[in-house]
């Protein structure tokens, strides 16, 4: 299935404004995370586990188990604090 993918923040800096990639039926936000860590050394730094992400799911808020849906957007940023 085909889903958009959409970077925000200083992951945008590092892998620019997105990609459409082509995951399994049965894909979690998690799953995809997991798939985008794997493709390149940049996507591995920049989604790390390490790192805290928000996912959004087609523009709502979403945790890693979500699961996803033919021509889905997920859009990846780190959390934003204010002060």
Do not use: C, Q, W
């Amino acid at each position: 299935m085909r889903v958009s993918v959409r970077y925000f923040a200083s992951i945008r800096e590092t892998l620019g404004p997105g990609e459409v990639i082509d995951v399994p039926a049965d894909s979690t936000v998690a799953a995809l995370r997991d798939h985008l860590i794997a493709r390149s050394p940049d996507h591995a730094k920049a989604l790390a586990r390490s790192r805290a992400l928000r996912a959004a799911v087609d523009r709502v808020m979403a945790d890693e188990s979500a699961p996803l849906r033919e021509n889905a957007e997920v859009a990846f940023f780190p959390p934003v604090t204010g002060g």
